[in-house]
């Protein structure tokens, strides 16, 4: 996408007319000014080390005429009718999507085609939530209770067992649909009760709560907390955050919820549709909609895509019927910056399961996020197509024909798995950080200058032997001096002359003698031993 950044360069992005008091701070021109300079952004490099596949891999920016006909339509840029920020956009459709699913229980989910594709994009949350969870607490340095997190698109609560593990001290749940916190409420009060000592520790201290109803993409929830002044150690954002892509007013809104109060050394996470991902399935198909059995997606073009507002209807199987739009990571690397956000991490599921699947093989087990194939005794597959598990058949078979249970997805649930990627933020201080940078610098320079310091020392002795040519050596073995002694006494007075001056320049070579003294005191002294036995013997004669 960055090419086609560049080449668009003078269009404009869309950005929903609030009142003054209220517009976002981050200018609209400014940021699209500055995407388009930082266009080739590090997915992006990576990707352009196979030109073949950059084309399907990124999608394209409307042209200028599609997207004015567009701000037409929608009466974006300062030119439409004010309309209710509660009431506008599609956020009461999704709303009303979620309020209308009911609970069906855990029983029912089980009979579900998607049971374990649900259950392996928890084990993605699990995954995510624990590393950072863990990271933002070493970032405080206190105690577990004192943890608050945010919880935006909560929905009916399906992360507080995984708050209340992490042993975190505060929740804070939002969601737009009431229903859905109605919901989130309910399973919290059974926590509390121990309604379910099953999956959890009684002696665990349970986190306290507060609940709220509203529109994470057009409200500043700070408003509505308890007490506006909490800073947040961890914001979660899971399989939510795309919806705030309508326009930029709600993608900045949705960010500055999740950013705005974070500590330094906390996190904002996430996972999220890869715009990439869909935009390069949309090319290989044969029209506007792609999918499986799973889930399927349908683009309204083909061709055409923008940074913000780019719908798409997905679909997954009895759990998702609703509009969704492209999430263009570049533009929320900009908008998070903001807050001093900087991106720490960004996979593909597919990639995280590779990376995480053995830390965590107990965790994948205990969620059954891995359908057994063969199915065990008394069980039965969520698929009745053997070609959705053609991929495993050749390995369930070792060396001694003994079958082995394998844990796996069907291929249709691994295609659906894989539209996704997880995300995470880091809040930085930017003082703290300028000192890391000057020390990092000075660090740069010292090492620099060992450098330079050691090539000095490893040329001077070429310098010395070249010095050593030039001029007669000042330090001779005693051998080599006796030669030329002689040698000067043979060739005559000039030669003499010469020869009577070198020993001033051989002193270091003069100590030699001094450390042989005490040897030439023991000859003396056997020497008088001898005489004296000869004068004794002598004597007795």
């Not at 800073?231 to 900045?252: G, I």
């Amino acid at each position: 996408m960055a090419d086609e950044i560049e080449a668009t360069g003078e269009n404009e992005m869309k950005a929903g007319q609030v009142a003054d008091d209220e517009k976002p701070s981050t200018d609209v021109e400014e940021l699209k000014k500055s995407v388009a300079e930082d266009a080739v952004a590090s997915e992006d490099v990576d990707e352009k080390a196979n030109p073949e596949q950059e084309e399907e891999e990124e999608y394209v920016l409307k042209d200028e005429a599609d997207e004015e006909e567009e701000n037409q339509k929608d009466g974006v840029n300062g030119h439409h009718e004010e309309k209710d920020d509660q009431t506008s956009g599609l956020g009461d459709t999704v709303a009303k999507h979620y309020n209308n699913i009911p609970d069906k229980g855990k029983d029912a989910r089980k009979q579900s085609r998607i049971f374990y594709l649900r259950n392996f994009n928890n084990w993605v949350k699990s995954v995510l939530i624990n590393e950072f969870l863990e990271k933002a607490k070493k970032a405080r340095r206190r105690y577990d209770e004192e943890i608050t997190v945010l919880d935006l698109g909560c929905g009916k609560g399906g992360d507080l067992l995984k708050w209340q593990k992490g042993r975190v001290g505060h929740v804070i749940c939002a969601d737009i649909a009431e229903a859905s916190v109605e919901q989130c409420r309910e399973r919290y009060d059974n926590l509390k009760k121990g309604q379910r000592g099953s999956y959890r520790d009684r002696s665990e201290r349970l986190f306290s709560i507060e609940c709220i109803a509203a529109d994470c993409t057009k409200v500043n929830l700070k408003d509505k907390l308890k007490n506006s002044d909490n800073q947040l150690d961890l914001a979660s954002c899971q399989f939510a955050f795309h919806y705030a892509f309508e326009s930029y007013n709600q993608a900045e809104t949705m960010l500055r919820n999740a950013c705005e109060s974070l500590r330094p050394g906390g996190y904002f996470i996430g996972t999220t549709p890869d715009a990439n991902e869909l935009v390069k399935r949309l090319k290989k198909a044969d029209g506007t909609s792609f999918g499986n059995e799973v889930y399927n997606v349908e683009f309204e073009s083909k061709d055409s895509f923008d940074v913000f507002g780019t719908k798409y209807h997905f679909k997954l199987h009895e759990v998702v019927d609703c509009p969704e739009f492209l999430v263009y990571f570049p533009i929320v690397e900009k908008i998070a910056s903001k807050y001093n956000m900087r991106l720490v991490y960004k996979t593909g599921f597919h990639e995280l399961f590779n990376e995480k699947h053995k830390d965590y093989g107990n965790l994948l087990h205990k969620m059954q996020a891995l359908e057994g194939y063969p199915p065990r005794k008394g069980w039965c597959l969520v698929s009745d197509n053997e070609e959705d598990y053609a991929h495993v058949k050749e390995h369930y078979n070792d060396k001694s024909g003994k079958e082995n249970v394998i844990g796996t997805l069907t291929k249709d649930e691994w295609e659906a798995a894989g539209l996704y990627l997880a995300f995470a933020f880091e809040k930085i201080d930017p003082e703290e950080e300028a000192r890391k940078e000057e020390a990092k610098k000075e660090e740069e320079r010292k090492e620099e200058a060992r450098k330079e310091k050691s090539l000095k020392r490893a040329a001077s002795p070429e310098k010395s032997e070249e010095q050593a040519d030039a001029v007669p050596p000042s330090k001779k073995t005693r051998e080599s001096e006796d030669g030329k002694e002689e040698e000067s006494a043979v060739d005559g007075g000039a030669v003499e002359e010469s020869a009577s001056e070198e020993p001033a320049a051989e002193e270091p070579a003069v100590e030699e003698p001094a450390a042989e003294e005490p040897q030439g005191d023991d000859q003396d002294k056997e020497e008088v031993e001898e005489q004296e036995e000869k004068m004794d013997a002598t004597e007795d004669a």
